[in-house]
C-alpha cells in the first residue's frame, strides 16, 4: 500500500487463528523505541492484547534497545497501549467477554511517518482445523502444477 513501510508480521497468528476482524492502531511509545523500529528491532510472536478498564494494551511486543542509546533501565517487553476509538473498544469489550475471542497483532508498519499496528479479532483454531487447511492447501498446490504442466504443452 502506499505510504507504508512494514515492520514485523506475525505469520503464526494466521496459522494458529482464525481471523474474524482487522483493526488499524495507532501504539504508544516512548524515548527511542521509534528509531529502533525504524532499525527492524522488534517482534510479535507471543504477543496479544487485553481490554483493561476501556483501554487497550499490547502485551508481550519485544521492541529491542536502540543501538546509540545507554538506557540501562529500558524493558523491552513492557506492556503498551493501543491507540483506539471508543467505539471500537467498546465493541472490543463484548467480543471478547461474550464471545471468548482474542486479539492478538498481525503486523506493525509506518504510515505516512507514523507506528501502527494492524490488531485482528480472532478465534483460535483447533488441532484438526489445522490439519483440514494444511490438506486443503496441499491439493490446491497440487492441482496448480498439473495445470501450470498442461499449460506448457
Not at 487463528?17 to 525504524?38: A, D, F, Q
Not at 522488534?42 to 483493561?52: C, I, M, P
Not at 486443503?136 to 502444477?145: L, Y
Request: hydrophobic share 30%.
Amino acid at each position: 500500500m502506499v505510504g507504508e513501510k512494514s515492520i514485523a508480521t506475525n505469520r503464526k497468528a494466521r496459522h494458529d487463528y482464525s481471523i474474524l476482524e482487522t483493526y488499524e492502531t495507532g501504539i504508544e511509545l516512548h524515548g527511542t523505541e521509534v528509531k529502533s523500529l525504524r532499525e527492524g528491532g522488534t517482534n510479535l510472536k507471543d504477543s496479544f492484547a487485553r481490554v483493561e478498564r476501556g483501554e487497550v494494551f499490547l502485551y508481550n511486543l519485544h521492541i529491542s534497545p536502540y543501538s546509540h542509546t545507554s538506557d540501562t533501565k529500558y524493558n523491552p517487553i513492557r506492556t503498551r497501549k493501543l491507540l483506539l476509538h471508543k467505539k471500537e473498544i467498546k465493541k472490543l469489550v463484548g467480543q471478547t467477554v461474550r464471545k471468548g475471542l482474542t486479539l492478538v497483532p498481525l503486523r506493525m508498519y509506518f504510515k505516512h511517518g507514523l507506528a501502527k499496528v494492524e490488531l485482528a479479532l480472532c478465534k483460535g483454531k483447533k488441532l484438526y482445523d489445522r490439519r483440514q487447511e494444511l490438506r486443503r492447501r496441499t491439493a490446491e498446490m497440487e492441482v496448480r502444477r498439473v495445470l501450470r504442466g498442461k499449460q506448457k504443452g
